[in-house]
């Protein structure tokens, strides 16, 4: 989609640390890492958020989902544990309109999520 930020990150018109990439999904280091390890999973087709998604999107959805297992393994975080957060929308301060998962690992993480 033009003007989006993240399907211009997947074309690679514009720079990205590439942690993993498959037929459905595109994973890349965040710019700004709130933890040691942060990474941003991404479905190469553009979705705005959750509620865009329709009965489709299912094998995407499932899709991203071993592809953050895949990520923890390589990445080498798997048996530690690691933290899977999507923003969707105001409240959740989502700022980046292509549907995206956070993947949060690298240390001891509070036990409250907000
Ligand atoms: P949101 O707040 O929408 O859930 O998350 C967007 C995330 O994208 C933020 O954590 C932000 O740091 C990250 N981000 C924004 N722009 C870029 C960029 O150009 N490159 C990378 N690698 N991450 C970005
Ligand atoms: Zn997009």
């Known amino acids: 989609m033009a003007d989006c930020l993240f399907c211009k990150i997947i074309a690679g018109e514009i720079p990205s640390t590439k942690v993993?990439?498959?037929?459905?999904?595109?994973?890349?280091?965040?710019?700004a890492p709130q933890m040691p390890v942060h990474i941003i999973v991404v479905p190469k087709k553009?979705?705005?958020?959750?509620?865009?998604?329709?009965?489709?999107?299912?094998?995407?959805?499932?899709?991203?989902?071993?592809a953050i297992a895949n990520i923890a393994r390589e990445q080498g975080f798997a048996e530690n544990g690691f933290r899977v957060i999507n923003n969707c929308g105001r409240d959740a301060m989502?700022?980046?309109?292509?549907?995206?998962?956070?993947?949060?690992?690298?240390?001891?993480?509070?036990?409250?999520i907000v």
């Open 20 to 31: 993993y990439e498959d037929e459905y999904c595109y994973a890349f280091k965040d710019i």
């Open 46 to 66: 553009h979705l705005a958020n959750v509620l865009e998604c329709t009965e489709e999107d299912i094998e995407i959805a499932g899709r991203i989902q071993l």
């Open 94 to 112: 989502q700022t980046v309109h292509h549907i995206h998962y956070h993947i949060l690992a690298g240390g001891m993480m509070g036990e409250k």
